[in-house]
């Protein structure tokens, strides 16, 4: 029996991945917040893009996600409501990098977007950027303002290859808002956007299938302790 469990295990390393992951939620909402200013051209822009559409993707299908952006001004790119992911992957393919850094305006917007759903459901906002704000006093009188208007908000921040004030900045915000900051290259965005929105609660199907693939490898190594031990009580006993 221990036997069929391991082989088991070991077994679904070899499932197809599927393409959108099932409805597995915990109520919580997800508002991505993505940096589109002009420092955000060219490369870093194309992986957040291909980042927000594998996180989009692999969320499960009743997913309550939205998306707005933020240069100079802010954007609602695609409104928070259930089914949300294919509106995140659809705004992130029209993404444009242009104009300046204006953090405590999203801050500030993304508020009224997460009010406009209604009800007290808590709610994580991920916040992505490459620079500090424009006014970065401003930027955490936002943060202070959401968090007293909303409670049950919470902001994770990823920033791309940022200085040391930017990184203060992002760390202030996270903290005020009761989240977490990472400090990525460009080329880590992806994987740990999916981590961020997995801790949202949303067992997204890239997280999935790295949780199988640490099981299965325990498995076989389960299984090759078993072998070699049956093999040496074998030897024992002859």
Do not use: Y
């Not at 500030?108 to 991920?126: F, H, L, R, S």
């Not at 940022?162 to 994987?191: K, P």
């Not at 099981?215 to 002859?238: D, E, K, N």
């Amino acid at each position: 029996a221990v036997f069929v469990v391991v082989l088991a295990h070991a077994g679904r390393l070899f499932e197809p991945t599927p393409q959108r992951a099932g409805p597995t939620r915990t109520g919580t909402g997800v508002m991505i917040v993505v940096d589109t200013s002009g420092s955000m051209a060219g490369d870093k822009l194309r992986r957040a893009q291909e980042a927000l559409r594998s996180v989009a993707l692999s969320l499960p299908e009743d997913a309550v996600v939205g998306m707005r952006t933020f240069s100079s001004g802010t954007r609602l790119a695609s409104p928070p409501r259930a089914s949300g992911s294919g509106g995140v992957e659809m705004a992130a393919n029209s993404l444009i990098a242009d104009g300046g850094t204006n953090i405590g305006g999203a801050l500030t917007a993304v508020g009224t977007d997460i009010e406009a759903t209604g009800g007290n459901a808590p709610w994580k906002i991920v916040l992505i950027s490459d620079g500090e704000g424009n006014d970065v006093a401003s930027d955490l009188a936002s943060a202070r303002s959401l968090a007293a208007r909303l409670p049950n908000v919470t902001c994770d921040a990823i920033g791309i290859e940022m200085n040391a004030t930017g990184e203060r900045e992002l760390n202030d915000i996270t903290s005020l808002l009761h989240g977490r900051t990472w400090m990525v290259g460009r080329d880590q965005l992806q994987a740990t956007l999916h981590e961020a929105v997995s801790l949202a609660g949303f067992r997204t199907s890239r997280a999935a299938r790295g949780a199988d693939i640490r099981i299965a490898v325990i498995a076989v190594l389960l299984l090759a302790l078993l072998i070699a031990g049956a093999l040496r009580l074998r030897l024992t006993m002859s």
